[in-house]
């Protein structure tokens, strides 16, 4: 499957949810805002929200700033 | 909505202060309302000509050599309202008239003839001689031929005010009388009028209904001037911060001891009265001061250009005056009797502009 | 104590956490500062060097997070990312800024004012980044915002409190707090916005490139204190002319002999 990942193509092999996406990334869950197709997805959806062909995905932390 | 302090916190207030606090008010680039305390305050009457100098630089600066020229009509002097000091309070015997539409345009056209673009229509608080209706039909037939129409009536409320703007009325002036609730209490026996909040909450009700411009002013004489002088601080700066797109002005009636008339509880003279302009110009250097024919012509030609930036001229104060030159039923007797030709000569020759239009209501939203 | 949307903060200082050089460095200077609001930046994880998650660094004491909305060149960009703030952080504090000038990062007046009156009320607590505008604080101070943030000068210039004379009219004007943000340099320039009436400052650059960022952020947090009592204690004013400290009583000559 492919997609789009923070801007970047990315082909996905074997992973159907987003917290599939996470642990393959090594991506802690709290630290992390994710925007699918630009919807904002809650945390609690990340088991069941499934990934599908050609969605455009960002993954969003917060840095330091002014 | 705007609470002042107790009238005795701000006795207390002006109490407080001393020489060296007058002279850091008079420096003071922003000054604070505890500056204006320190000027108005005892300490500060040691300061009145470095208070006439500050101030006659500040309106210099911000309104140049002008003066507004303005002239009142009195509409009616019906009154439901019982005020001790009033010569329209209701239980007075005097002759009560209030002017027909025709009568109101007759009374305007001859001020309009003298060269005034201002008026300033006055009246006692009857709702059934003058209501919004009646003001709605009078601001309709002069809109288009006055600059600027104020109103001096009994407050109301925002609708019928916005009412009254859309009409042709850009102004609202209500007078608090005497923020010394106690006072306020005393003098004011019966009537809507004794009703101490809903007629402090009325400006900021002219200025949501879009008024252009509010005035606000106490009776001088009622009660301790200068916290009275304290309390219109607190208000304009109160009204400043909420409705930032009025203009504000503040009169300063004064009650001088006159046979027949209402003895001034408290008195205040020319030289207090002179102090209250100084120091409210130097705390609000974009506020309009108003000085009408209440004061005698020298007084008015002398402060001409120190801090008062608006003069009535060649008023009448009893309903149709001006027609019949009757001055029955009068709400005081004035102490400037120049025409404005006679005023606006004065002025020019002190080297300032008589201005009688500062606006046009070409400009003016007549409907949204 | 300075209020804003109904919470307290006993430290007028607010800092930024961009550009340190170490996420410890952040930390220790932030913790010297005394501050309670920080602010922090939306970007997408870099996946293929991920950084260590500032919040959990910033956890171990309370601070007020303020997530900006850098980078939004609209307000419907600035929505968005406002948005995304709220969903990582779980509050709806923000700072809202709209740059659409890459190279200069002033701030866009029009979006600003409409992202504002849209984010207040999608229940946001919004403190407005803007150039120092008096009618434009008004104006966002009407649409609801919880404060107004006028810059100092340039964003990273260190320049210090240009626009001082427009922010001394904000300040008399808005009933909202006034914070000033971008281009303070200095301690000093901190503590000449608080001696104005400024009601907090935000610094990042200064502190984070400073040679020692510790010690900078002490001399900052000194600095507001010292201005915030100056101004409450009463400034005198500068005068262009010289003047004596013992004024002579009534020797000015204005003419007051017509009085009664």
Not at chain 1, 3 to 11: A, D, F, R, V, Y
Not at chain 2, 35 to 44: E, M
Not at chain 2, 282 to 308: H, K, W
Not at chain 3, 1 to 11: D, N
Request: proline share 4%; charged share 25%.
């Amino acid at each position: 499957m492919n997609i789009t990942l923070n801007g970047q193509p990315k082909m996905l092999n074997c992973i159907a949810t987003l917290s599939e996406l996470l642990e393959e990334l090594a991506l802690n869950p709290d630290t992390v805002v994710i925007e699918l197709n630009t919807e904002i997805i809650q945390p609690d959806a990340y088991d069941t929200q499934t990934l599908n062909e050609a969605d455009s995905l960002e993954i969003i932390q917060f840095v330091g700033g002014g | 909505m705007f609470k002042p302090p107790e009238f005795k916190q701000l006795i207390a207030e002006t109490q407080n202060t001393s020489s060296s606090d007058v002279e850091r008010a008079l420096t003071a680039a922003r000054p604070t309302i505890h500056d204006l305390a320190a000027l108005i305050s005892t300490a500060g009457e040691a300061y009145l000509p470095q208070m006439a100098r500050r101030s006659t630089e500040i309106t210099l600066a911000r309104f140049g050599r002008t003066t507004q020229l303005y002239a009142p009509i009195y509409l009616s002097n019906y009154c439901t309202n019982r005020c001790v000091y009033c010569g329209f309070s209701a239980d007075n015997l005097i002759k009560r008239k209030c002017l027909t539409i025709d009568e109101a345009e007759k009374e305007a056209m001859i001020l309009h003839n003298r060269g005034f673009q201002h008026i300033l229509l006055v009246s006692g608080e009857a709702e059934s001689a003058v209501d919004v209706e009646y003001m709605e039909a009078i601001a309709l037939r002069l809109r288009d031929k006055f600059a600027a129409i104020s109103i001096e009536i009994q407050p109301m409320s925002e609708e019928h005010y916005h009412r009254l703007f859309l009409a042709g009325i850009t102004a609202v002036a209500v007078y608090q009388e005497t923020y010394d609730r106690k006072m306020y209490k005393e003098v004011h026996l019966s009537g809507k009028k004794s009703d101490f909040d809903y007629r402090l909450e009325t400006p900021a009700r002219g200025a949501k209904a879009g008024m252009r411009e509010v005035g606000i002013g106490p009776l001088l004489g009622l009660s301790d001037w200068r916290a009275e002088g304290l309390a219109i601080g607190y208000h304009l700066d109160w009204l400043r911060k909420e409705f930032w797109q009025t203009a504000f002005t503040v009169s300063f009636p004064r009650m001088r001891p006159a046979a027949g008339e209402f003895e001034p509880l408290h008195i205040v003279s020319e030289k207090n009265l002179s102090q209250l302009i100084f120091a409210l110009r130097i705390f609000d250097q974009d506020v309009g001061l108003l000085v009408s024919t209440r004061e005698e012509a020298r007084y008015r030609d002398g402060m001409l250009g120190l801090g008062p930036t608006r003069y009535s001229a060649g008023s009448c104060t009893a309903p149709g005056g001006y027609g019949s030159n009757n001055t029955d039923g009068e709400q005081f007797s004035v102490g400037d009797h120049r025409s404005l030709e006679e005023v606006s000569t004065m002025i020019r020759n002190k080297g300032f502009d008589p201005v009688c239009k500062d606006w046009d209501k070409e400009f003016q939203v007549k409907s949204l | 104590m300075l209020r804003i949307a109904g919470t307290e903060f006993s430290s007028r200082l607010f800092l930024g956490t961009g550009k340190f050089s170490s996420s410890d460095v952040m930390a220790k200077a932030i913790e010297a500062s005394d501050c309670q609001m920080v602010t922090v930046a939306l970007r997408r994880v870099d996946l293929t060097n991920p950084e260590d998650d500032i919040m959990s660094t910033l956890a171990k004491r309370e601070y007020t997070f303020l997530p900006n909305t850098s980078g939004a060149r609209d307000a419907k960009e600035a929505i968005r990312l406002a948005h995304l703030a709220r969903a990582a952080s779980g509050t709806s504090w923000l700072k809202l800024e709209v740059t659409p000038d890459p190279r200069t990062l002033l701030p866009d007046p029009v979006e600003t004012l409409k992202a504002t009156e849209t984010l207040v009320k999608d229940g946001f607590i919004v403190l407005p980044y803007m150039n120092a505008d008096p009618i434009l604080a008004l104006k966002l101070q009407d649409v609801g915002a919880a404060a107004v943030m006028p810059l100092g000068s340039p964003i990273g210039t260190n320049q210090g409190v240009l626009t001082d004379s427009m922010i001394e009219i904000i300040i008399d004007q808005a009933k909202v707090p006034v914070v000033v943000d971008a281009g303070i340099g200095a301690p000093s320039h901190a503590a000449y916005a608080m001696e104005m009436g400024a009601d907090a400052v935000l610094v990042n650059t200064a502190i984070s490139v400073a040679g020692d960022p510790v010690a900078m952020a002490r001399a900052f947090a000194q600095a507001v204190e010292a201005g915030r009592t100056a101004y409450v204690a009463g400034m005198g004013q500068r005068n262009k002319q010289a003047s004596a400290s013992s004024p002579e009583k009534g020797n000015l000559s204005a003419d007051l002999g017509f009085l009664e």
